[in-house]
């Protein structure tokens, strides 16, 4: 607010709110707009939401602290917290930018319960898929895990399985498909507003040689992108590093076109992606989702950059896994 000169912000966007309440849930559906509206002023915090949630929001949501403000449930939540300010808040969407990189380095208790995220849902993906058959489906399989998922107290924000007559599509919405001789699972997995995002494959035979060669030159692409993640560094540096490792390790120059590439994780999916205009700066203990994919073959797991360099923490000790650069990377699970 200093920089910005103002003398109060208002929040509204999931992440923003979910990052400055410590993991505060502010929806009820999934797919809808968050609940509430968070006041930021130099005299404290108001958070506005629609009557019909406020005793909830108010004993089970918000930190202490922060005073909570009922608005009529057919009524606006920013216009309520307008009438609360003593002048016009500035909208987060000014100073977006800079509320990032505020989230950027996590403090120890977020990186404590993301890691716990992480593993939990490394977990899950586990003892779903060990079980898991050539005839099973993909909806049983993206059942089985949103299952998971909710029993762990997190929301399922992506569920997406294919088998093998479907392995060319990268964001494959499950279907009654069965999984045949190999599947992709992918979760991304929310919990105190933080996102964990884990791919995992299994296959039930020994593999082809093209999928075997691909599979090592995929790992190959990440351990670049891994190497190329360091303080300091900006992102679109970084996305120019993915572009370049591609058409080094025989997946052609074109490769990187065909889906995102992934970026920062933590409140969002992707908090911001990767590309070759995003010019945020990579500090220490900030977390990442990178996931390089080729046709057939894709790696994805959350990790954070520390003193002691990258750290993954989407990790069940069960799931096979190789040394790569000194970083055991999951391998495919064979059944």
Same mark, same amino acid.
């Given at each position: 607010?200093?920089?910005?000169?103002?003398?109060?912000?208002?929040?509204?966007?999931?992440?923003?709110?979910?990052?400055?309440?410590?993991?505060?849930?502010? *929806?009820?559906?999934?797919?809808?707009?968050?609940?509430?509206?968070?006041?930021?002023?130099?005299?404290?915090? *108001?958070?506005?939401?629609?009557?019909?949630?406020?005793?909830?929001?108010?004993?089970?949501?918000?930190?202490?602290?922060?005073?909570?403000?009922?608005?009529?449930?057919?009524?606006?939540?920013?216009?309520?917290?307008?009438?609360?300010?003593?002048?016009?808040?500035?909208?987060?969407?000014?100073?977006?930018?800079?509320?990032?990189?505020? #989230?950027?380095?996590?403090?120890?208790?977020?990186?404590?319960?993301?890691?716990?995220?992480?593993?939990?849902?490394?977990?899950?993906?586990?003892?779903?898929?060990?079980?898991?058959?050539?005839?099973?489906?993909?909806?049983?399989?993206?059942?089985?895990?949103?299952?998971?998922?909710?029993?762990?107290?997190?929301?399922?924000?992506?569920?997406?399985?294919?088998?093998?007559?479907?392995?060319?599509?990268? *964001?494959?919405?499950?279907?009654?498909?069965?999984?045949?001789?190999?599947?992709?699972?992918?979760?991304?997995?929310? #919990?105190?507003?933080?996102?964990?995002?884990?791919?995992?494959?299994?296959?039930?035979?020994?593999?082809?040689?093209?999928?075997?060669?691909?599979?090592? #030159?995929?790992?190959?692409?990440?351990?670049?992108?891994?190497?190329?993640?360091?303080?300091?560094?900006?992102?679109?540096?970084?996305?120019?590093?993915?572009?370049?490792?591609?058409?080094?390790?025989?997946?052609?120059?074109?490769?990187?076109?065909?889906? *995102?590439?992934?970026?920062?994780?933590?409140?969002?999916? #992707?908090?911001?992606?990767?590309?070759?205009?995003?010019?945020?700066?990579?500090?220490?203990?900030?977390?990442?989702?990178?996931?390089?994919?080729?046709?057939?073959?894709?790696?994805?797991?959350?990790?954070?950059?520390?003193?002691?360099?990258?750290?993954?923490?989407?990790?069940?000790?069960?799931?096979?896994?190789?040394?790569?650069?000194?970083?055991?990377?999951?391998?495919?699970?064979?059944?």
């Amino acid at each position: 607010m200093d920089t910005a000169e103002t003398d109060s912000l208002l929040l509204t966007s999931n992440t923003s709110l979910c990052w400055y309440l410590d993991g505060s849930r502010m *929806h009820i559906s999934l797919a809808g707009a968050p609940i509430a509206a968070l006041l930021v002023t130099r005299d404290g915090d *108001h958070l506005v939401t629609f009557n019909n949630e406020a005793e909830r929001m108010a004993a089970e949501e918000v930190p202490r602290g922060v005073s909570v403000h009922a608005a009529p449930w057919h009524g606006s939540l920013e216009a309520v917290a307008r009438e609360l300010a003593d002048s016009n808040p500035m909208p987060e969407s000014e100073v977006a930018a800079q509320l990032r990189g505020a #989230r950027q380095a996590f403090l120890p208790a977020e990186s404590a319960r993301y890691a716990r995220l992480n593993a939990d849902t490394a977990i899950a993906l586990t003892d779903v898929l060990s079980r898991a058959t050539p005839t099973t489906t993909e909806f049983e399989i993206a059942a089985q895990l949103a299952s998971r998922i909710v029993a762990m107290g997190a929301e399922p924000l992506v569920l997406l399985c294919n088998g093998s007559s479907r392995s060319a599509f990268r *964001h494959p919405l499950p279907t009654h498909s069965r999984l045949g001789r190999r599947a992709m699972a992918v979760v991304c997995a929310r #919990r105190n507003g933080l996102v964990a995002n884990v791919t995992r494959w299994i296959r039930f035979d020994n593999g082809i040689p093209a999928e075997l060669d691909a599979e090592s #030159r995929l790992m190959a692409v990440e351990a670049d992108i891994f190497d190329a993640t360091v303080p300091g560094t900006r992102l679109n540096t970084i996305f120019r590093e993915i572009t370049r490792a591609y058409a080094r390790h025989g997946f052609g120059p074109d490769q990187w076109t065909l889906h *995102h590439q992934g970026g920062v994780a933590g409140y969002a999916g #992707r908090d911001p992606r990767a590309t070759a205009v995003t010019v945020d700066e990579v500090v220490l203990n900030q977390t990442f989702t990178w996931n390089p994919s080729g046709p057939g073959v894709k790696i994805e797991d959350t990790v954070q950059l520390t003193e002691a360099g990258i750290a993954v923490l989407s990790v069940d000790p069960r799931w096979p896994a190789m040394s790569v650069n000194g970083l055991k990377r999951p391998l495919i699970l064979q059944l």
